[in-house]
């Protein structure tokens, strides 16, 4: 019921990562999206939030793969599970249980920095449009996952219709923008890009430098 992506971006200021999804259920930003310093993770389909909350912390210890393979295997409806992300050592990493309602899938791109998953889809363009439109996309990594959601939405997304949606992103220099979630709306990535634009034309009064404050 759900599609996401997890990304892994390198610049100068160093490493950020950012997550993003949207489903026809309330408030998904409080079940999928689990996200720090260290990686990021999206756990959904039937969704057991232990498996982002547990696997995020581990990640200072574990590669993504050897966190989430290990808190699989002592799930015992992990064929129920979908979980998928990436490390800050370039890990990648992409589970879907063969008890997932169809249409589902997942992606896997190390080599670009980018998972992506989805269960109860229409098919597998949305997973196709994730990818292309992060890759051809412009603007900061909120705006870029925005944009995703959309497409994804735009492909067929979720086959129920879409109920809410979020996008979070963990970087160098974090503003207040980086979480935002919309937990019940006819029309959730919509207001997500209204959300953020809001938020964004009010940086200066959200930014660290100015206000000193600490998201992190």
């Known amino acids: 019921m759900t599609f996401s992506i997890c990304v892994r971006e390198e610049s100068d200021e160093g490493t950020s990562f950012g997550v993003a999804v949207a489903t026809d259920a309330p408030a998904v930003g409080a079940l999928a999206p689990c996200i720090s310093h260290d990686g990021v993770i999206s756990t959904q389909s039937f969704v057991n939030v232990r498996l982002g909350r547990r696997g995020v912390a581990l990640l200072p210890d574990l590669a993504v793969d050897d966190a989430l393979d290990g808190l699989l295997e002592q799930d ?5 599970r979908q979980v998928h992300g990436l490390d800050a050592r370039g890990n990648a990493y992409a589970f879907s249980g063969d008890g997932c309602d169809d249409w589902f899938g997942h992606r896997v791109h190390e080599e670009r920095g980018v998972t992506i998953a989805g269960n109860m889809l229409v098919g597998e363009e949305t997973l196709d449009a994730l990818v292309e439109t992060f890759a051809e996309s412009d603007g900061d990594l909120v705006s870029r996952l925005v944009d995703t959601l959309a497409a994804g939405k735009e492909a067929g997304g979720d086959k129920r219709g879409h109920t809410s949606a979020v996008v979070r992103v963990k970087a160098p220099k974090t503003t207040a923008y980086h979480d935002l979630r919309v937990d019940a709306h006819d029309e959730p990535i919509a207001e997500l890009r209204r959300v953020y634009e809001t938020a ?6 959200f930014s660290e430098e100015s206000k000193e404050r600490i998201f992190d």
């Open 200 to 205: 964004k034309n009010a940086s200066g009064g």
């Open 76 to 80: 015992d409806h992990s064929d129920l």
